[in-house]
């Protein structure tokens, strides 16, 4: 399985409800990491998890809270956000980045 | 401060034309450099990547890129485009850090392929 799996493919959430996106990798890899991917515009960032630690938060707000439950599942809680926060989210693993990132389709996020 | 700049934001060429998108980052410490490319409506993928060796890369689809550490660049190039090379194109660095390695993406480079 060379695959990271993203669930669900599109969302979408009043600004007052609470929702989480989930990832999946079975390749043992042993970081894994969430990107926000705006319209026209490269992805940024979001957190790092290196063996299930929070390693990075790129200074996010905390109306996104990171989890990692296991070494391949990666969680994404979302409460009260803004309709600026509409974007695909994408996450991402590697077992060490030199040899490459594999990214997950995505979940397209809409906040009305 | 860590960057990773693409000058082309926008190309158009027609079929069979040459392409070469520009790349270069600006870090001192080591780097492994990626291209990726994501078709209209798709996911990221992988098209190459330098992690030592040969500064000459080849990767998938007929794409190859060149590191020339002198001049911290990374620069993506096709002999012949084709219309479905019609995409946005990332340069991305792996940057490494203590405990942890992140990639730091360029801006993009939106390619057009008329047929």
């Known amino acids: 399985d060379t695959e990271v799996t993203q669930t669900p493919k599109h969302l979408v959430m009043g600004m007052t409800n609470k929702k989480s996106l989930k990832c999946e990798q079975h390749?043992?890899?042993?970081?894994m990491y969430w990107y926000k991917q705006k319209a026209k515009k490269p992805p940024e960032l979001m957190f790092v998890?290196?063996?299930?630690?929070?390693?990075i938060n790129e200074s996010v707000p905390s109306r996104f809270s990171p989890e990692c439950p296991n070494s391949s599942l990666l969680n994404l809680h979302l409460h009260a956000l803004q309709p600026e926060d509409s974007a695909l989210y994408l996450c991402?693993?590697?077992?060490?980045?030199?040899?490459?990132?594999?990214f997950g389709s995505g979940t397209r996020l809409t906040v009305v | 401060a860590q960057s990773v700049s693409q000058h082309n934001h926008h190309v158009i060429l027609s079929e069979a034309a040459s392409l070469e998108l520009g790349c270069n980052y600006s870090?001192?410490?080591?780097?492994?450099l990626f291209w990726y490319v994501q078709y209209p409506g798709q996911h990221l993928q992988l098209l190459l990547k330098?992690?030592?060796?040969?500064?000459l890369v080849k990767g998938i689809k007929g794409f190859e890129a060149e590191f020339i550490k002198s001049k911290f660049s990374f620069n993506l190039r096709k002999p012949s485009v084709q219309w479905s090379d019609t995409a946005e194109y990332f340069c991305?660095?792996?940057?490494?850090?203590?405990?942890?390695?992140?990639?730091?993406f360029g801006t993009g480079t939106r390619l057009l392929v008329s047929p």
């Open positions: 991305a660095v792996n940057l490494w850090n203590t405990g942890f390695q992140k990639l730091v």
């Open positions: 870090y001192g410490g080591t780097v492994n």
């Open positions: 998890y290196s063996y299930e630690k929070l390693s």
């Open positions: 390749m043992g890899h042993r970081a």
């Open positions: 991402a693993s590697s077992q060490t980045g030199a040899y490459g990132y594999t």
């Open positions: 330098y992690f030592s060796g040969d500064p």
